[in-house]
């Protein structure tokens, strides 16, 4: 008899010299074991083919309960757009991407889905604070402790939150403990090594949520291999003034000193000189590495990166960029407020001038969860951060945003928008303020960045 | 393990070799010398995180082989401790300054000196004052120079193999003791192994992911890495590996001969303290066997080599028997020994089971309803097998095997 097993993140078949097409599609001969092996998240069409074929198999993959006792403490009354997104995926036979705005509840959409299939569940997030973040609301609707496995943390339970890289470290230990994955901000997932995280699980249901689908050809057909397609699209127009917050994009070009402007000058030219002469093309694969190759072994090198860094610091985190901060808080006060910026050096040079609170990487995770309460509570009225506030953490007392820096990335800066959207009691209108450096390269960063509907002036 | 860009190496299409140095060399003898010395007086001296990389980049700068130096920095940068700078409570007292200066900001009659002011904040005072690049240095693994060098050659391989997704190893004349720990290595590394006898006395073995066979991918070669100094501790080995660099395929050959040093030797030694305990308890509390110091690998037939965690002589008797563990890791593993078990009585083998493996003593007694005469065989232990136990499980093994011949 078939004898399918779980492990190390694959499914194990033996048992059998030979399988009919039907099945052999989704495995391999394994000449190490002398079995055939298959993708875990191949389990649930394998294991229908193998009934469909009237085949006898022993499943000792599967190792996870239903949970019939799995109940919301309390009425949940959905919002429209949660009903009809839950009722796609359904149709979809819970397999499926879900595509809504930040802060249209996407956790809320999951927290429908667990309590729909009663079955455990593993959460895949991609930071710390998220994980946090999923942990209380789910202990919150279904009043049971959850699982943590991240930041420190192994404490596997039927429903456990999990970051992505703890996960990818466990998935060949716990891949078949769970019926259903979610993987939050998915867009996250099909990179080469998260999505072994999907591979190595047997979860037969799988709802992927994002509010940034759009993503390579190559990613995408993973994204959809790993979770299924996209079952509902929902954009941030939509919900705008109603689920979510009304909002406001300005671009605000702030013109450099005289004296800065010189130096941005002096060390752009220095830099581009460089790159012409070592042939370096940032639109090409690896030019970053080749540009560190050739500092380390041209002549000039060196001063070419040192230029590097000065004519960007001077461009992302200028005076001019500190006393337009200072104006913008100035008219905002009363408000709650997020500063943006690329990197940790301008989050902290930003946070030494005002006595801000700064939020990076580097934020042990105690002050990090001050940090994110006293803003809640309207305490600490303006937050600093680079990067770590990008995604997911749910802000909604936010209101303004100020882009200092950032990177041309479209999903960055619709992330960044979403921070502040969410609705809260008294919030009439969000505002998303772009510093932008006059006649520096942030300009062509900044155009490439609002190549997005979402982040259009309106 | 050193960074992609400090990575040395050579292509030769379609070969690439690391850029082995000479650990004798004088001119890097001075380097690493020079470097070592900033790094052994770091702790004493207090530095910061950001001092030390400020010393050590001048260095780097001004050697003759930056590349190799920066390389070498990193080595030795791996073997620091660092410390929070931990002069004062930083979170409480930027807790304070943030209070104090959002009344300010509240009221939107404000610039950058009143805010400082208003919190109280000295002007030489940095709010944000311990962050890592101000963290102190408070331990360093020492090295010498010769062994850090060995180390880089070493880390060079290492480098490569991260582009790696299996590698594929002859080993001639294979020793038993030497096998079964790169055997070990394979199982604690949790690679998958294939093997094949090549000619009479030529080992050959294919080492992969277990995912590895639907394509390449990195998720194991941080595992395979870091297997790669258990190969070096063979006395000869020849090993080839495809890499995948900037969309190149690339053959990287190594071998015995590029002279690399192991930094696991000591590694070879270390015994567990619950395999330690185990030992002492055993040997005091009875008098009928004795723990055999060199266990030796079983060959199964069908390439299956089993190499028991434990092998027990007596005393009175020419009984050898073999106990093998199987923690939760080993699910499947452990139903293919008891198949093996099932199949093959007459080996001398009894098998311990992690509690974590079954669910309740009905799973346990499941495992054995196709082959109930090894059920004797196997017994549950919970994370290490305790003496009486393992000594109940022994009586009745050597019983049965008695009795079967």
């Known amino acids: 008899m078939i004898e399918l097993d ?17 099945i052999a599609k989704y495995t391999l001969p394994d000449e190490r074991s002398g079995t055939f092996r298959a993708k875990a998240c191949y389990y649930a069409p394998l294991v229908l083919a193998l009934r469909q074929a009237q085949i006898a198999f022993t499943d000792r993959a599967r190792n996870y309960p239903l949970l019939p006792q799995l109940a919301l403490t309390g009425k949940l009354i959905p919002r429209p757009h949660q009903s009809k997104a839950l009722n796609a995926w359904k149709q979809a036979d819970c397999r499926g991407v879900v595509c809504l705005p930040t802060g249209a509840g996407k956790t809320i959409l999951a927290i429908m889905a667990m309590d729909y299939l009663k079955r455990p569940a593993l959460i895949l997030v991609p930071t710390i604070d998220l994980l946090t973040q999923w942990c209380s609301t789910i202990e919150r609707f279904f009043g049971i402790k959850c699982g943590m496995l991240g930041g420190g943390t192994r404490d596997i ?78 954009g941030i127009r939509e919900l705008a003034g109603k689920v979510l917050s009304a909002y406001q994009v300005k671009q605000l070009r702030v013109e450099l000193s005289g004296r800065e402007a010189a130096a941005y000058q002096h060390h752009r030219h220095i830099y581009t000189s460089f790159l012409r002469r070592a042939a370096i093309d940032f639109h090409r694969k690896n030019a970053w590495s080749d540009f560190l190759i050739a500092c380390a072994r041209m002549p000039g090198g060196k001063e070419a990166l040192h230029a590097f860094f000065a004519q960007r610091h001077i461009a ?22 997020i500063i943006f910026t690329a990197d940790n050096d301008a989050a902290y040079t930003i946070g030494r001038k005002f006595m801000l609170p700064v939020l990076t990487h580097h934020t042990k995770a105690a002050e990090r969860k001050q940090f994110l309460e006293l803003f809640r509570q309207g305490r600490y009225p303006v937050l600093v951060t680079s990067k770590v506030l990008n995604e997911g953490v749910d802000v909604p007392q936010a209101s303004v945003g100020i882009i200092v820096s950032g990177s041309g990335s479209v999903r960055e800066h619709v992330q960044r928008l979403g921070r502040i959207l969410r609705h809260a009691p008294g919030k009439e209108q969000a505002m998303l303020y772009e510093l932008v450096s006059a006649n520096t390269s942030e300009e062509s960063i900044s155009a490439r960045r609002r190549e997005h509907d979402a982040y259009q002036e309106r | 393990m050193l960074r992609s860009d400090q990575l040395l190496y050579r292509i030769n ?64 940068t791996d073997r620091c401790e660092f410390a929070a700078a931990v002069e004062a409570d930083y979170p409480l007292l930027r807790q304070q300054i943030f209070l104090k200066s959002a009344g300010v900001l509240a009221s939107g009659n404000f610039s950058a000196e009143t805010l400082r002011d208003s919190a109280g904040v000295p002007p030489d005072m940095d709010i944000y004052g311990d962050l890592p690049d101000f963290e102190k240095i408070s331990g360093f693994r020492p090295i010498t120079p010769p062994a850090l060098l060995d180390r880089y ?87 080839s590996a495809v890499l995948k660099i900037k969309g190149r395929m690339l053959t990287c050959n190594l071998s015995h001969k590029d002279h690399l040093v192991s930094h ?81 009585p007459e080996l001398p083998l009894m098998l311990g089971i992690d509690r974590a493996l079954v669910k309740d003593e009905a799973d346990f007694e499941q495992l054995f309803e196709a082959c109930p005469h090894i059920r004797s065989r196997c017994w549950l232990f919970r994370d290490f097998p305790g003496v009486s136990s393992t000594l109940k499980a022994l009586e009745k093994v050597r019983k049965n095997l008695h009795r079967s011949q």
């Open chain 1, 6 to 22: 779980f492990q190390s993140g694959t499914l194990n078949i033996s048992g059998v010299k030979s399988l009919p097409p039907d």
């Open chain 1, 157 to 234: 339970r039927e429903i456990t939150v999990s970051t992505y890289d703890s996960a990818l470290l466990n998935m060949e230990f716990i891949g078949n403990r769970f019926a259903l994955l979610i993987a939050d901000e998915c867009h996250h997932l099909p990179s080469p090594e998260n999505r072994l995280c999907a591979a190595m699980a047997i979860a037969p249901f799988r709802l992927g949520l994002t509010a940034t689908p759009e993503l390579p050809e190559d990613y995408t057909a993973v994204l959809n291999d790993m979770m299924g397609d996209i079952c509902c699209n929902i």
């Open chain 1, 316 to 337: 992302r985190a200028g005076s001019a960029k500190l006393d337009m901060i200072e104006a913008v808080m100035r008219r905002h006060a009363g408000e709650q407020i």
């Open chain 2, 13 to 76: 299409h379609p070969h690439i070799k690391p850029g082995f140095v000479d650990p004798r060399a004088p001119f890097l003898l001075d380097i690493a010398g020079e470097l070592l010395n900033i790094y052994s007086s770091a702790p004493d001296s207090g530095m910061s995180r950001q001092e030390l990389e400020e010393i050590t980049a001048s260095i780097i700068r001004s050697s003759p082989a930056v590349r190799i130096a920066a390389g070498l920095n990193k080595l030795l």
């Open chain 2, 153 to 239: 050659n070493l880390a060079l391989a290492q480098g490569l193999l991260l582009y790696a997704d299996r590698l594929t190893v002859q080993i001639p004349e294979p020793e038993n003791s030497m096998l079964r720990k790169l055997l070990k290595a394979i199982k604690f590394f949790r690679l998958f192994a294939r093997f094949t006898m090549l000619k009479k006395h030529l080992l050959q073995i294919e080492i992969s992911g277990p995912c590895s066979i639907f394509g390449p991918s990195a998720k194991y070669a941080m595992q395979l890495a870091n297997f790669f100094p258990a190969i070096v501790l063979l006395p000869k080995w020849k090993l």
């Open chain 2, 264 to 344: 696991y030797r000591t590694l070879a030694s270390y015994i567990p303290e619950e395999i330690k305990l185990f030992h002492r308890t055993f040997a005091k509390k009875q008098n009928e066997w004795e723990i055999v110091g060199n266990t030796p690998f079983i060959d199964a037939g069908n390439q299956e080599l089993i190499f028991p965690d434990l092998s027990f002589a007596g005393k009175t008797d020419a009984s050898l028997i073999h106990l093998e563990l199987f923690h939760r890791w080993h699910a499947s593993g452990l139903r293919d020994r008891i198949a093996l078990l099932a199949g093959q």
